[in-house]
């Protein structure tokens, strides 16, 4: 609702001066030129692509909208999980001692994140392999219904994997979980050949690709805010790209399972389409639509 608004243009490092001062657009300004994502690591390595997972060859990024919506957070991990993180995620990751950069850069070509484009993106991205073993899944996996949660076991996935054991995974420290049999990557997820279920399929597309419980399809996370997927490249390869160290600590995360309970409390108690309005309430941060 809302708007017309008036589109501003910031350079990455204009944007980097308002985020250290928690300076947010005013209401009636939308950003446009520039896009951003959230990157992670534990050794200096690991910060030298878009995403420095193995095998991971899609990325996340922050659509211009988006990236002026996390201006005047109250903090890192706020911005964080409006942009899809779970908390139980930004927990294990304090724990294993893993940094986060936001890094932006002028906006270029990316897709949005419906199911239509994810799957013409897992078909250039992945082949035709992976592709035609998703196939007979592909329409049950737009059925689901994984966020919020069904139950107060923050597990999107109960419907078919009641242990969490997908989640779980998603959450050990890279080197751990790539070094897991269970972790679905590309050839594991092909590997398990004619035995496949939805378990396999929604596994992979979590493991390989980033489309956690909280992924709706629709172009848009839970919050209403733009998701855009572009290919993985060298961050030495973006053009004026500008890098913002940022601090997650544990009691930002500890507020955030508080309101993540709280959404799924509300979801529970009156339906998905208010939850849609009491979620907004809860992580305000960019116009909804």
Not at 86 to 96: K, S
Not at 195 to 220: M, P
Request: glycine share 10%.
């Amino acid at each position: 609702p809302g708007g017309p608004w008036t589109m501003v243009e910031l350079t990455p490092a204009e944007y980097a001066r308002r985020w250290a001062t928690c300076e947010a657009l005013p209401a009636e300004e939308e950003l446009e030129g520039l896009c951003g994502r959230f990157v992670r690591g534990t050794r200096p390595e690991h910060f030298a692509m878009l995403s420095d997972e193995p095998g991971k060859r899609l990325s996340w990024v922050c659509s211009p909208r988006q990236l002026g919506g996390l201006l005047g957070k109250k903090s890192a991990a706020e911005a964080m999980y409006d942009v899809g993180f779970r908390a139980e995620w930004l927990a294990a990751r304090h724990a294993d001692g893993t940094r986060h950069q936001l890094v932006v850069f002028p906006s270029g070509v990316g897709r949005s994140a419906t199911w239509s484009n994810l799957w013409i993106l897992i078909r250039e991205q992945f082949g035709a392999e992976v592709d035609a073993a998703l196939t007979p899944f592909k329409d049950e996996i737009e059925r689901l219904v994984t966020w919020p949660p069904p139950d107060s076991s923050g597990n999107g996935y109960a419907a078919f994997d009641p242990d969490g054991k997908l989640q779980r995974l998603s959450d050990l420290p890279v080197d751990v979980k790539y070094a897991h049999p269970g972790y679905l990557t590309a050839e594991r997820f092909l590997a398990v050949g004619s035995s496949r279920t939805l378990y396999h399929a929604r596994g992979f597309l979590d493991h390989s690709i980033g489309c956690n419980a909280k992924f709706l399809g629709t172009g848009f996370s839970p919050v209403g805010e733009p998701e855009t997927l572009v290919p993985n490249v060298p961050l030495a390869n973006v053009e004026g790209l500008r890098r913002i160290e940022l601090t997650v600590t544990l009691a930002e995360i500890e507020l955030l399972r508080q309101k993540e309970r709280s959404a799924q409390l509300v979801a529970a108690g009156t339906g998905a389409e208010q939850y849609q309005r009491s979620a907004q309430d809860l992580f305000p941060g960019g116009r909804s639509v």
